[in-house]
């Protein structure tokens, strides 16, 4: 299967209720007027794009329909697409990992499939040929750690790991030690699911970075916060939220195979100016593709 019908079989509940609403709005046109425009606007907030983002795309259209005199419903639809897609092309979509060794950090809260996606990533670099070294700096949880060495092993990355409640930033000083002394080209740091409001773990993610740049200070880093599409409008805050405490570089997208909420994406992209570097849709480990935003608006609309 294909990475566009893979995903477009993935977010089919997102197509259909997206489709849905917006369909309902262009199976009432008659001409592209003021009450055609707001009706539009409203299936988009609907289709849980965001208030703020749904207005700007509104406005985006209302002014290129005036401007190239469009009137045909297709073409409406055409420049919708466009202006969606415009929004999610905000930088380039791949890792920047050019040195050896190079960094990605992977945060976010409990339960949002940041270990899975570390498995996915690390399997997409193996089969790039490279050769990966994952830190399990969760020390909070024993079964964070087990379940990291499963994904990691399928993927055939080697992990460090440390007793249960030790100091997260000393296993990440071991694995950087690691990945020199093996000269591993990528290491993938785990972290512990922390809520942005849990002060104590953000500064343990303070200070895990603080050990990258000083015993890594020349590598290539990227730091992506891992979001569970299936909560919907509730993403947005939270990636802006993490911000705050991270020089975030890209989003992995997860579970949008199970819900209706992938609009959300556009309104996270637009809302935050952090593009999403991966789309998770399954389950299995080669699930995860770099986010082609033409693919994505192609598969919802």
Same mark, same amino acid.
């Given at each position: 299967?294909?990475?566009?019908?893979?995903?477009?079989?993935?977010?089919?509940?997102?197509?259909?209720?997206?489709?849905?609403?917006?369909?309902?709005?262009?199976?009432?046109?008659?001409?592209?007027?003021?009450?055609?425009?707001?009706?539009?606007?409203?299936?988009?907030?609907?289709?849980?794009?965001?208030?703020?983002?749904?207005?700007?795309?509104?406005?985006?259209?209302?002014?290129?329909?005036?401007?190239?005199?469009?009137?045909?419903?297709?073409?409406?639809?055409?420049?919708?697409?466009?202006?969606?897609?415009?929004?999610?092309?905000?930088?380039?979509?791949?890792?920047?990992?050019?040195?050896?060794?190079? *960094?990605? %950090? $992977? !945060?976010?809260?409990?339960?949002?499939?940041?270990?899975? +996606?570390?498995? #996915?990533?690390?399997?997409?670099? @193996?089969?790039?040929?490279?050769?990966?070294?994952?830190?399990?700096?969760?020390?909070?949880?024993?079964?964070?750690?087990?379940?990291?060495?499963?994904?990691?092993?399928?993927?055939?990355?080697?992990?460090?790991?440390?007793?249960?409640?030790?100091?997260?930033?000393?296993?990440?000083?071991?694995?950087?030690?690691?990945?020199?002394?093996?000269?591993?080209?990528?290491?993938?740091?785990?972290?512990?699911?922390?809520?942005?409001?849990?002060?104590?773990?953000?500064?343990?993610?303070?200070?895990?970075?603080?050990?990258?740049?000083?015993?890594?200070?020349?590598?290539?880093?990227? *730091?992506? %916060? $891992? !979001?569970?599409?299936?909560?919907?409008?509730?993403?947005? +805050?939270?990636? #802006?939220?993490?911000?705050?405490? @991270?020089?975030?570089?890209?989003?992995?997208?997860?579970?949008?195979?199970?819900?209706?909420?992938?609009?959300?994406?556009?309104?996270?992209?637009?809302?935050?100016?952090?593009?999403?570097?991966?789309?998770?849709?399954?389950?299995?480990?080669?699930?995860?593709?770099?986010?082609?935003?033409?693919?994505?608006?192609?598969?919802?609309?």
């Amino acid at each position: 299967m294909g990475f566009f019908d893979k995903l477009k079989k993935g977010l089919n509940k997102t197509k259909e209720s997206f489709s849905e609403k917006i369909n309902t709005v262009f199976s009432n046109f008659r001409k592209v007027d003021e009450e055609f425009l707001e009706e539009l606007e409203e299936a988009l907030i609907m289709a849980d794009i965001g208030v703020d983002t749904s207005v700007q795309i509104i406005n985006n259209l209302r002014e290129r329909i005036k401007k190239e005199k469009i009137e045909d419903e297709e073409e409406v639809k055409n420049v919708l697409r466009e202006e969606m897609k415009k929004l999610l092309d905000i930088s380039d979509k791949e890792l920047k990992l050019n040195t050896k060794p190079s *960094v990605i %950090l $992977v !945060i976010g809260v409990n339960g949002v499939g940041k270990t899975t +996606s570390i498995g #996915k990533i690390a399997n997409r670099l @193996a089969k790039d040929g490279k050769k990966v070294v994952v830190a399990a700096a969760d020390t909070f949880r024993a079964a964070a750690v087990e379940q990291l060495e499963i994904w990691a092993k399928r993927a055939g990355a080697s992990v460090v790991k440390r007793e249960e409640g030790v100091d997260p930033a000393s296993v990440v000083y071991d694995a950087i030690k690691q990945t020199k002394e093996t000269n591993a080209d990528i290491l993938i740091v785990d972290t512990a699911g922390r809520l942005h409001n849990k002060k104590y773990l953000m500064d343990e993610l303070n200070k895990i970075q603080k050990v990258i740049n000083k015993e890594m200070p020349d590598a290539d880093k990227e *730091v992506l %916060l $891992v !979001i569970d599409g299936t909560t919907g409008q509730n993403a947005i +805050s939270q990636v #802006k939220a993490f911000k705050k405490e @991270a020089n975030i570089t890209g989003l992995i997208l997860t579970k949008l195979d199970g819900t209706a909420k992938g609009g959300v994406v556009i309104g996270i992209t637009n809302e935050n100016q952090i593009p999403v570097k991966f789309i998770g849709v399954g389950e299995q480990i080669d699930d995860m593709e770099i986010f082609d935003s033409d693919d994505f608006v192609r598969a919802i609309i």
